[in-house]
């Protein structure tokens, strides 16, 4: 069975403070891997990941895929309050399987 | 432009009743996902459309969800008879692309299901 894992499941740092999230997967046939914010509310979409080694940026936030490693990570620099939200990996496969997601509390 | 709309918003209901939920995907979009939302599973992809065509309903949880897509601006999910354990939120999404989920899908604000 398709499994998607990401770690920590937490965590509570300081405005400022860098963070960096863990996705590891195992899929058949690996298309892409997405990356979502969810607030309280809907899933927003962040990153689409499809080529290893390649990074993606926006603002303070970037992702990296490495195949080989069959994982990525989420970076966020200079962390803020508005940056608290559960952060989702969903890997694509032919079908979406989402992780269980990592809590970031940004404290002021 | 509009985004992924859902309805209702929230829906209370009793054990036994049916229950319709609604989706109005992003026009030009021809993909539409229907996901559930709970803190015990996390979010789950129920079932997924393509071309108004059922792809993928593996992850329907029984007979009692049934999901329909009569045109391309239009989807329901539909539980009968409703049970407790199916309370949860329900998020539609769409996307465009060919095949499955080729690009990022966008997400409707959901439906909170309470089911007494």
């Known amino acids: 069975e398709d499994k998607v894992v990401q770690s920590p499941l937490s965590l509570v740092v300081h405005e400022g403070d860098t963070v960096t999230l863990n996705c590891s997967y195992e899929?058949?046939?690996?298309?892409?891997l997405l990356w979502y914010k969810q607030e309280k509310k809907a899933p927003t979409f962040l990153f689409m990941l499809t080529s290893s080694g390649i990074e993606k940026k926006s603002g303070r936030l970037s992702s990296i895929l490495d195949k080989k490693e069959l994982s990525s990570i989420l970076n966020i620099t200079a962390t803020q309050t508005g940056d608290s939200a559960i952060y989702l990996c969903a890997v694509n496969d032919y079908k979406l399987s989402f992780g269980a997601g990592t809590t970031v509390t940004v404290r002021a | 432009d509009a985004g992924v709309i859902q309805s209702p918003r929230h829906e209370v209901t009793e054990m036994g009743q049916e229950v319709t939920l609604r989706c109005k995907p992003i026009s030009g979009h021809n993909s539409l996902f229907w996901y559930r939302q709970t803190m015990m599973r996390g979010l789950e992809l129920l079932i997924y459309?393509?071309?108004?065509?059922?792809?993928?309903d593996s992850g329907m949880p029984e007979d009692r969800f049934s999901a329909k897509m009569p045109n391309a601006s239009f989807s329901t999910l539909k539980i009968q008879p409703s049970e407790p354990r199916d309370s949860a939120v329900y998020f539609c999404?769409?996307?465009f692309g060919q095949g499955f989920a080729s690009y990022e899908q966008y997400f409707g604000p959901g439906t909170r299901l309470t089911v007494t």
């Open positions: 459309f393509n071309n108004n065509v059922p792809i993928d």
């Open positions: 999404a769409s996307s």
């Open positions: 899929v058949t046939n690996f298309r892409s």
